[in-house]
């Protein structure tokens, strides 16, 4: 009987165990549960904090500029609110290639490019839908390797050169083969990055390259010879460019002449006083850190334009000579008009 009662006692241990187990497992389960629900609501607002926020930057552009000094002042119009103040909506992502910067017009990620004529001719016989805006001073600068030791143009002969092709700079290649020797040539180098060609001039990887500011500004600093060019030959072709669909938007079609108003503003604004003070991030963004005290504000930096038809007929010309396009497709294509 003894024996009995103590396996059932053991039974009954047993079944208060189990019992009390279930009960444990249960509001595990339950507190699971609620977690699984509350990680669920959370994730749905965070999900729907997201699509608004997206929304509420669908209205925002986006240009794609380089870390030129001609770029700063549309830096300065989207970063300190000049445009927000004129009624449009822009940001602004650095790139160090031009071509990169028109690449990211012709899939869609952005707006608007800082780009060159010759380049706008060229991407709209791949049918990319972009116009050219307005000029800027964007000038090239052909530096030496101070290796070489030359001062002119005409020691070049037979001598590699970084650039982009199909470019404004490929266009100043031509000048400077026309001032050659004759049966001499020069190596054209696709370099697209203008940083990276500096850094190949700096590291003797290329004998010469075409370089914006502020890196003709760093190569000279550094020993390079800057290699001089007839006045103005350059100007008038470099700029920014759009997308042709913010023509046929409704929000923005009466707006795209205060692209040019805020880039302008912006000019006004480096220029009030002639050292630039920009804050350390902005130097860094825009390689300035070591040549920043001598930039004199007032002679680098100047109002945009619009394309002259001068400068067009030029384009056009060159680039049916290069057989990329006819001109009477483009006459009234290349740039925006009011």
């Known amino acids: 009987m003894k024996e009995a ?8 241990r047993l079944l208060l165990f189990y019992s009390l187990y279930l009960k444990k497992v249960n509001r595990i389960i339950t507190l699971f549960s609620i977690v699984l629900v509350l990680l669920s609501a959370c994730s749905r607002k965070e999900a729907t ?18 870390p030129t000094l001609d770029c700063l ?39 608007g490019c800082a780009t060159d ?51 404004t700079i490929d266009y100043l290649c031509d000048f400077v083969i026309s001032h050659l020797k004759s049966n001499n040539q020069i190596l054209r180098a696709q370099i697209n990055s203008i940083t990276v060609r500096l850094q190949m001039l700096e590291n003797n990887q290329i004998e010469t390259a075409f370089l914006p500011q502020p890196m003709a500004f760093i190569a000279r600093k550094h020993g390079h010879t800057i290699l001089p060019l007839t006045n103005n030959l350059s100007k008038g072709f470099c700029g920014f460019a759009i ?26 604004k480096l220029t009030k006083n002639n050292k630039l003070s920009l804050p350390p991030d902005v130097l860094n ?38 057989n990329i396009i006819h001109t009477t497709n483009h006459t009234d294509t290349l740039s925006y008009k009011k």
């Open 49 to 66: 904090t997201i699509q608004t926020k997206e929304k509420a930057d669908s209205s925002q552009l986006v240009f794609a500029i380089l």
């Open 5 to 12: 009662t103590s396996a059932q006692h053991g039974h009954f």
């Open 117 to 167: 004529m010759f380049r706008v001719g060229l991407l709209q016989t791949q049918k990319v839908p972009i116009r050219f805006l307005f000029t800027t001073n964007r000038e090239w600068q052909l530096v030496a390797n101070k290796v070489l030791r030359i001062s002119n143009i005409g020691q070049i002969n037979d001598r590699m050169i970084g650039i982009t092709r199909n470019s």
């Open 73 to 111: 002042p549309f830096y300065i119009a989207a970063k300190q609110h000049i445009y927000d103040s004129l009624g449009i909506h822009v940001n602004v992502v650095i790139y160090r290639s031009q071509m990169d910067a028109e690449q990211s017009v012709s899939k869609g990620k952005s707006e």
């Open 243 to 268: 997308s042709s669909s913010l023509m046929k938007s409704p929000e923005y079609k009466n707006k795209i002449h205060l692209f040019l108003k805020g880039y302008n503003i912006a000019v006004q």
């Open 285 to 322: 963004d825009f390689l300035l850190q070591d040549v920043a005290d001598s930039i004199i504000t007032r002679k680098v930096f100047s109002k945009a334009t619009s394309p002259s038809t001068e400068k067009i007929a030029v384009t056009l010309k060159w680039l049916e000579q290069r």
